[in-house]
């Protein structure tokens, strides 16, 4: 039995320790990322299962918020893919999660489509859209670098480390893709990127 003041105190613990362990896991990431000792799997798994987990997942955090949340895959995607799910799991959730945080209402969409300039099997492209706080114009780029976030208030308000982006965009790039945003400030983001399977 815990008094309310005990059960506070946990409260603030549990919070902390997964701050550090998010944080720790992060650099660790980047770290092994930087070293050039991340290696992609080729594995064979299912985009459409890998997506709606990782959806699913994160669902409950959209749900508390009020959000919907909602992903939709083209017609012509194939859902038999070979490649790393792991590393593509991984980004999709750091997006997903941003997405999820900064935006207060409205909805998050996930949308899973052949990627229209590569025009061969197997080169997607996804995009995380969102309603949320939006990007200035001037930080579009920056955020994808080590330790940025868009300004000094956002680790205040909403806690992160800066390095989220950063590892998405060296994992995209090691899955043949790139990574960019697009974004209305005060309307909404959507970050695209693309890999090859
Ligand atoms: P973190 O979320 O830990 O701060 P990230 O590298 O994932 O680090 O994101 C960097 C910064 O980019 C965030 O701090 C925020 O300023 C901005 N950002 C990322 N995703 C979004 C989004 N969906 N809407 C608004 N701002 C975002």
């Not at 299962?49 to 918020?65: D, I």
């Not at 969409?109 to 492209?125: F, I, K, Q």
């Not at 208030?153 to 994992?171: A, C, K, P, V, W």
């Amino acid at each position: 039995q815990l008094n309310s003041e005990q059960m506070e105190y946990l409260r603030v613990f549990r919070t902390a320790g997964d701050t550090l362990l998010n944080t720790i896991n992060d650099i660790l990431d980047l770290s092994k990322l930087e070293a050039g000792q991340v290696i992609l799997e080729g594995v064979e798994f299912d985009l459409r299962g890998l997506v709606e987990n990782t959806v699913e997942v994160l669902g409950m955090r959209a749900h508390e918020k009020g959000l919907e949340l909602n992903c939709h895959f083209a017609p012509d995607v194939p859902t038999a893919l070979v490649g790393d799910p792991i590393r593509l799991g991984a980004v999709i959730t750091n997006l997903l999660g941003n997405a999820i945080k900064f935006t207060e209402k409205g909805e998050v969409v996930v949308h899973v489509e052949s990627d229209p300039e590569a025009n061969v099997p197997g080169a997607l492209r996804f995009r995380v859209c969102d309603t949320g706080i939006g990007i200035p114009p001037d930080k579009l780029d920056v955020i994808f670098e080590n330790f940025v976030q868009a300004d000094s208030s956002i680790t205040r308000e909403y806690g992160g480390s800066g390095l989220g982006l950063t590892i998405s965009r060296r994992l995209v790039e090691l899955m043949g893709g790139r990574i960019w945003v697009e974004s209305t400030l005060g309307e909404g983001s959507t970050f695209h990127f693309t890999a090859r399977f």
